[in-house]
């Protein structure tokens, strides 16, 4: 328990017993960290829990906050300051800054992790794009939103599995072996066109002319069957070859197609029969889904006994429970907000356990150049692929950038921005802070009085320091916030405020200093520990830790 946590570990019993309160109705947050340079004035925490407080015991929030100010001490506080209406800001101790920052640099990565009282089993899908074309613009976003979320629970303790649904079976795939067919004759010297449904990208003219090289005319001789799997299959692997330069891995690609051979589509529909959730009108097959939170029944089988999406997505959803998740993850494109509510129905009416479905629904993704929004491809028609996002600006600007804005909000990717190499590019301004970081150690470990830097310089650290300390303590409750709320984005604008954090420092603070070797110590301490916090940070986001730039 750090010095911060202290504190509070001391406060909420205390404004139980004061105001005679439920300790657990307290909500979170009336325990805030100041983590504005500009605020610090107002102490290193505050607390609204005076204005919380105030309609439940009938008083005005400046007379319960003046009451706590006259009866809470603790010894890593100062003073508890008034202010506004009612809050309440606690100025902490040196004693408590040494702590923390002794916490920090000894306990390294393990500081940021709060134990667990319970180890949650998720299953995180996400990008699961058709098999029937390059990955796009948008699944740029998408795959980020869940490579991070992953790699934080996973940070956390909790048991991840990330998972691709490969929707391999159905009418989707038809039409692209139909389309790819078409291609293949075109390629030679056919008259052929593609059905006005069908796929009409220029990634088929390419794969038609490698299936050409490999077959010659013998292709023309080939099953519909053929054409289908041979499209698919190239597909997918151009998309796992993205995703993985992308540097993004999966445990788990799961194929729909299984789910149709192995009998597990019947079985699942079977199931909620029993429960009573299944009928047939009109030769069709029907899902009762309002009882469960939709709007109207959905199709499982239609009249002509095609299996709809529907009734792969009962079976998928039972194969994931069968497998151990408790908590359901799915990272969506806006577009599916509708099919959000038949598939929570669906968790509901299969009555498997106390399961969780959360989805993460994401806005679209425009880029822009020259400070207008454009669109440009090599081989997708008029969409621009996510590999030519990666071949422009590289993987870790990428990522960066596909991140830095809230889910739920439209996202301009920004070319003229990534592709400078100055400081007006945030991944470089990053970048930099942990590359000057190291070269300050580096250059101070040649000075035989600065070298072999441990804790026991810690003590000599000062008010200068005390704003980066809180930063950097700052990260764990981040990651604590991404683990329940799962906006991702934060944790690039936190990355980012640490790095403007640390050139703050650097440039009012002189670090190397032959005159004064115990100061210079302690600031290399937080030299160290600001680097280390990067580097934690930089490595949930996977982005490249350069020691030269």
Known sequence: MNSIEKIQHSFIPFIATTFAVDQASLPHGIFTLNVDEQKQEFGTINSNIAMVLAKQLGKSPREIATQIQQGFSHELVTKIELAGPGFLNFFLTPAAFQSLAHDILTQKDAFFKAPLTHKKKFNLEFVSANPTGPLHLGHGRGGIIGDVLGNVLNFLGHDVTREFYINDAGNQVDK???????????????????????????????????????????????????????????????????????????????????????????????????????????????????????????????????????????????????????????????????????????LKALELGDQTLEPILYQLVKMKASGQLVRMSKRAGNIVTLRDVIDMVGVDVARFFYLNRKADAQLEFDLDLALKKTDENPVFYIQYAYVRTGSILNKASEVPELANITEADLKHIGANEQFLLTKIVALKGILQSISMNYQTHILTYYALELAQSFHGYYAKNRVIDPENIEQSRARLCMIKLLRNSLETVLKLLEISRPEKM
């Open 176 to 346: 692209l072996g139909t389309s790819f067919k078409v291609r293949c004759q075109q390629a030679l010297g056919i008259d052929a066109q593609i059905p006005e449904e069908g796929y009409q990208g220029e990634y088929l003219v390419d794969l038609a002319k490698q299936c050409i090289a490999e077959k010659g005319d013998r292709v023309l001789a080939e099953s519909d069957e053929f054409f289908k799997t041979y499209a698919k299959d190239h597909m997918l692997e151009q998309i796992k070859q993205t995703l993985k330069d992308y540097g993004i891995s999966y445990d788990v690609w799961f194929s729909e197609k299984t789910l149709h051979e192995n009998g597990s589509i019947p079985q699942a529909i079977e199931l909620l029969r029993s429960k009573g959730f299944i009928y047939e009108k009109d030769g069709a097959v029907w899902f009762k889904s309002p009882p469960h939170g939709d709007d109207k029944d959905r199709g499982a089988k239609t009249a002509d006994g095609n299996m709809t999406y529907l009734a792969a997505d009962i079976a998928y959803m039972k194969n994931k429970i069968d497998r151990g998740a408790d908590h359901l993850l799915m990272v969506l494109g806006h577009d599916h907000h509708g099919y959000v509510a038949r598939l929570q129905a669906l």
